[in-house]
């Protein structure tokens, strides 16, 4: 009876801290709050170094078969629209393979990838989660789903034709 009580209790710890990690995520149309990728080869970049660009946050996985659909799409699409200000960041998950086994991968990979994030971008209902950011600095996008090329035109190609705001607009975190 007491191990019962115990995981009734776990569960219910786990679900708020679910709650609370859902109520932190960033929600569209919220200015964006600022994030720290460390990239793979352990570089740095912030949101506030990407003002004026469309950015997106792609979480994947490796076990992910919509993920491993996706992700090349997303590249192919980062490599054609990089010029018109669009900025693709592939985040790995932690149940994903090491990041040593994945080399080869980034190797080939126009997208930057990283290694971490830190800020308020959880994964939501699952992966792949993307968070979109326009020029602006405002969530636009922000969603457990694969995009396909119909989705990522009907998304991003908007954003790309907005102007770059004259004053960034920053997060008060």
């Known amino acids: 009876m007491q191990s019962v009580s115990r995981a009734l209790r776990l569960l219910g710890l786990g679900m708020v801290a679910l709650l609370l990690t859902a109520a932190k995520a960033p929600k569209v149309g919220d200015v964006a709050p600022n994030f720290e990728l460390t990239l793979i080869d352990g ?3 912030t949101l506030d170094q990407l003002r004026g660009q469309v950015v997106v946050l792609n979480f994947w996985a490796t076990w992910c078969v919509p993920c491993r659909e996706e992700l090349p799409t997303l590249d192919r699409y980062y490599e054609l629209q990089q010029k018109a200000g669009l900025k693709v960041f592939a985040i790995a998950t932690e149940d994903s393979l090491p990041l040593y086994q994945m080399e080869k991968l980034f190797s080939v990979m126009h997208i ?3 290694r971490r994030i830190k800020g308020p971008y959880p994964i939501l209902q699952g992966v792949p989660t993307n968070y979109i950011i326009d020029r602006s600095g ?10 396909d090329l119909e989705a990522l035109n009907a998304t991003i190609v908007p954003l790309l034709r907005e102007p770059a705001p004259a004053v960034p607009v920053t997060a008060t975190n």
């Open 43 to 45: 570089s740095k970049v």
């Open 112 to 114: 930057p990838s990283a």
């Open 138 to 147: 405002h969530i636009r996008y922000a969603r457990a789903a694969a995009f």
